[in-house]
């Protein structure tokens, strides 16, 4: 008690101010109404601009569970398409329906690499996922890589960029093929070689997913052309410009071939008659 009479005794003057002072505040906004109304519309502006922080962390905070949503219903559309593209066929043939050749696995990339000459590319989905060797894996932009290896819970995926991968490519107006590799000079290119040379590439043809293979839909978008020269004389090294940004990735899709193992048997057989 005695340390409090201090107190006020050593600071009698400023409690006075500030008691005055509180005064005076209180008597001008009741008695004035144009001060009321402005304190009014600073409260409001405060509160506003609080609330608007508040729902912007909210949706920043919710910003990865929205994004797996739409990933999940562009899987799903994806399947559709390939459902309703089949059926056309189908109907044009008379014949029964059939189901969709390919599913889509929607997955996250959990570790990925662009700097080195051999990258890959670590997903949480596995074989708990019905994920396996050779499925391919693309995203929205387009064709990514395809699994190499995996595990119950996730997989490995060999991606574009590694001096390893080859994805049989073709020019989406003509359908002309090859192979697309990677040099290891720049994660924005790969190399399209074994193009004859009485093909004239132009900058900005789509090149895109040939379906030569068990791996790959035909059709997905792969990049378009950059430049060209002539190798060897007789064939072109087509410059590629990747539609995927590689150091951009967050989710991908993981394609299931349907009819993978069919095709294998029915190959496997024709070959061990040769």
Do not use: C
């Not at 051999?118 to 050779?134: A, M, P, Q, R, S």
């Not at 490995?156 to 590799?181: A, D, E, T, Y």
């Not at 349907?258 to 057989?269: H, P």
């Amino acid at each position: 008690m005695r340390n409090l009479l201090r107190f006020f005794i050593n600071h009698h003057f400023v409690i006075l101010f500030l008691l005055l002072e509180g005064i005076a505040i209180y008597m001008v906004l009741t008695y004035n109404n144009f001060h009321n109304a402005s304190l009014f519309n600073s409260v409001q502006e405060l509160n506003g601009y609080v609330a608007m922080k508040s729902d912007q962390i909210d949706r920043y905070f919710s910003l990865n569970s929205v994004n797996a949503e739409l990933v999940e219903e562009n899987a799903r559309l994806r399947e559709n398409l390939d459902l309703l593209a089949m059926k056309q066929v189908d109907s044009l043939r008379l014949q029964a329906p059939v189901e969709a050749k390919y599913t889509y696995r929607v997955a996250r990339v959990l570790s990925n690499s662009v700097n080195k000459q051999y990258n890959y590319i670590t997903i949480d989905k596995g074989i708990d996922d019905g994920v396996l060797v050779d499925m391919a894996v693309v995203s929205p932009s387009g064709v990514i890589g395809k699994v190499l290896s995996v595990s119950d819970r996730f997989a490995v995926v060999l991606p574009v960029l590694n001096r390893q991968s080859i994805v049989s490519v073709k020019f989406k107006k003509n359908n002309f093929f090859g192979p697309l590799s990677w040099d290891g000079s720049s994660y924005r290119y790969a190399i399209l070689n074994d193009i004859p040379n009485h093909i004239t590439p132009v900058k900005g043809d789509t090149i895109v997913t040939s379906g030569l293979s068990i791996v790959f839909p035909e059709g997905l978008m792969v990049g378009i052309v950059e430049d060209y020269e002539l190798k060897d004389g007789n064939f072109l090294k087509v410059r590629i410009k990747l539609s995927n940004d590689f150091r951009a990735l967050n989710y991908v899709y993981v394609i299931k071939n349907a009819f993978k193992e069919e095709q294998i048997e029915l190959e496997n057989s024709v070959k061990a008659d040769d």
